[in-house]
């Protein structure tokens, strides 16, 4: 099946730092990748999609310029927290799709950051 | 926007017996109806999936039926297993941006 890889897998910061997540897809090549947060014993909630080439879209209520997402290839996306504050402590999880007309969604192992 | 209520949040069984989770959703448009698996600390696992044009799949013991009158799908484990424990989340997919909307979840846990 589909592998999609996290790095890292955990990230322990301060409060005012930048975090970078990288997702790549293994074996295949990603069209399109997908960004969520999940918090504790919560569901999993889009924060934004990427095509590789063209900038993110984001969903409403996420913050593009303190979440910033690069997919500079077809295999690797990444997501940058900028000054990271507490509240910004959660479960990271990225997905991939393949080509033209793949609906299903690979995902990651995810990255938990805990912002001291 | 598309919305999907999963029921029930918690579920718990004896080992051997059949679990069901349900999910009910609004929007017509939707055409895929994937069901995941999370353990602790895990992303989610991609056990079964089903388009509009079925009613209903077959994977070993997991089954997923969908009925697009009614707008709901559901989840069938039989013969559970301890190792089936985990949250269960379905899905909603259909739109030409791909994204899905996710359940709330369902914590299902086997007892030995």
């Known amino acids: 099946g589909a592998v999609v890889s996290q790095h890292p897998s955990w990230v322990i910061c301060k409060s005012g730092t930048s975090v970078k997540i990288e997702c790549r897809s293994l074996?295949?090549?990603?069209?399109?990748m997908f960004w969520y947060r999940q918090f504790p014993k919560q569901s999993l909630m889009l924060m934004a999609t990427?095509?590789?080439?063209?900038?993110?879209?984001?969903e409403q209520g996420v913050e593009k310029d303190k979440f910033l997402i690069n997919h500079a290839s077809l295999t690797l996306s990444t997501l940058t927290v900028t000054s990271a504050h507490p509240e910004d402590s959660s479960f990271y999880i990225c997905?991939?799709?393949?080509?033209?007309?793949?609906?299903?969604?690979?995902f990651g192992p995810g990255t938990r950051l805990t912002v001291l | 926007g598309e919305n999907v209520e999963q029921h029930p949040s918690t579920l718990s069984v004896q080992e051997g017996d059949s679990a069901v989770i349900k999910c009910t959703y609004s929007?017509?448009?939707?055409?895929?109806f994937p069901w995941y698996k999370q353990e602790l600390g895990k992303g989610p696992q991609l056990i079964i999936d089903?388009?509009?044009?079925?009613g209903e799949k077959k994977d070993q013991r997991i089954a997923v039926t969908l009925n697009k009158t009614a707008k709901h799908f559901s989840l069938h484990i039989t013969e559970t297993q301890p190792e089936d424990s985990a949250v269960y989340f379905c899905a909603l997919g259909g739109g030409s941006n791909y994204k899905l909307t996710f359940g709330k979840g369902t914590l299902l846990t086997v007892n030995p």
């Open positions: 990427s095509n590789e080439g063209s900038k993110a879209t984001y």
């Open positions: 997905s991939a799709r393949g080509g033209l007309g793949d609906v299903e969604q690979f």
């Open positions: 929007d017509s448009a939707s055409n895929y």
């Open positions: 089903i388009r509009s044009n079925v």
């Open positions: 074996d295949f090549q990603a069209t399109t």
